[in-house]
């Protein structure tokens, strides 16, 4: 079978692996049809981030922990690349009861089981079972767990009868190709919230986390906040924030020239990740608010306003998205046309163009191809 392989910067190349089937009885052989660019992937197809990171944390300046939890050579080559896809199941193990094979599912990019104790509080993100890595996901090679990536023809998924979710009818695969992480982790930065403070108006920097920022607009749009800011100094993401029915607020390039701003929004996403970004998101919270920030910050002693926190009674909440947890309220909003993720995409692109199309600048990449297997029902 063929695989793509992250190289380094800018590189991405196909390679032949070893077949793979079913191992035990609750596995199932998928193949992706519709694979995206995460914003994670998009970081280190731009920048080459192992060497930088292991040089940063010899000299303290990223997290003492960070090379523990993704391995002595975080985000260093080659490796198997992707790790978001909706994919049709070619083989299942004799155990698996709820997909067969020609159905059409998405791969949530996180490993978890569903019954252990994590999965049944909702943590899938830090399910146990099978756990080989402290962060444990498909396509960042074994400092993940080595569950291979999303750029292939045959990709196992253990306790698949929980992993994976059929799409639903009449929404198209390229639709839901980010829905395995990047989507659902912008649902989440808005669902809990707004469940706390229904129809409030909602604040999104947007950044870094490039497309999570839009999702998590587009979710608090779905999910009928009052209203959503959507801050950004980038004019496509302002464009795309427009179309998702959100207002687009150009900033100024740096945190500290930005006007300050006090006590609006219940419910602020930080999806920048700068300098500063996280001191604008808590002084922009109104009393009792939340920030979620779904930027991940590798330096040490990242600084939290705690004074303002406590004054506005306010929470900065972070974390690993629980892809898995948040997926079926994320199919139901984009099986009824509440929440549009394909407004997102920039480039959509053929399979076997993916080693170039990867590379674009665009704040969402997709590529497709194909279904070998017929439709099971
Ligand atoms: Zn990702
Ligand atoms: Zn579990």
């Not at 009792?288 to 779904?294: A, E, F, L, N, Y």
């Amino acid at each position: 079978m063929r695989t793509l392989l992250y190289v380094r910067k800018g590189t991405l190349d196909w390679a032949e692996a070893p077949d793979i089937g079913v191992t035990v009885g609750t596995d199932a052989i998928v193949r992706p049809i519709a694979v995206a660019r995460c914003d994670l992937d998009d970081a280190f197809l731009r920048h080459d981030l192992g060497r930088p990171l292991r040089l940063a944390h010899a000299a303290g300046i990223v997290d003492r922990r960070l090379l523990g939890d993704l391995g002595r050579r975080p985000f260093t080559g080659p490796f198997p690349f992707g790790h978001e896809c909706v994919a049709e199941v070619l083989e299942v193990g004799g155990e698996v009861r709820s997909v067969r094979r020609g159905d059409v599912v998405v791969v949530p990019f996180q490993v978890s089981c569903g019954g252990c104790r994590a999965c049944s509080r909702g943590l899938t993100a830090s399910c146990t079972t099978d756990r080989r890595t402290p962060v444990s996901m498909y396509g960042l090679g074994a400092a993940t767990g080595g569950w291979g990536g999303t750029m292939t023809d045959r990709l196992r998924v253990p306790h698949a009868d929980h992993m994976l979710l059929p799409i639903p009818p009449d929404v198209e695969p390229v639709t839901l190709a980010s829905a395995a992480d990047n989507i659902p982790d912008g649902w989440r930065a808005v669902a809990g919230p707004l469940r706390r403070w229904p129809s409030a108006p909602v604040l999104v920097l947007g950044g870094r986390a490039k497309s999570v920022g839009l999702y998590a607009a587009a979710s608090a749009v779905a999910l009928g906040a009052g209203s959503v800011d959507y801050l950004d100094t980038d004019p496509e993401r302002l464009e795309i924030a427009r179309r998702l029915g959100a207002r687009p607020v150009e900033r100024a390039a740096s945190w500290r020239r930005m006007p300050a701003r006090r006590g609006d929004y219940p419910v602020v996403v930080d999806a920048n990740g700068e300098r500063g970004a996280l001191a604008y998101a808590t002084r922009s919270l109104a009393p009792g608010g939340i920030c979620t920030s779904v930027a991940i910050y590798f330096t040490a002693g990242t600084r939290v306003p705690m004074w303002e926190l406590y004054v506005r009674q306010g929470t900065v909440a972070t974390g690993l998205a629980n892809a898995r947890a948040e997926l079926p309220a994320v199919l139901a909003a984009v099986a009824t046309g509440s929440l549009r993720p394909e407004l997102v995409t920039g480039v959509l692109a053929d399979w076997e163009d993916a080693p170039r199309a990867m590379l674009a600048p665009a704040t969402k990449v997709v590529v497709t191809r194909a279904r070998l297997t017929e439709p099971s029902r």
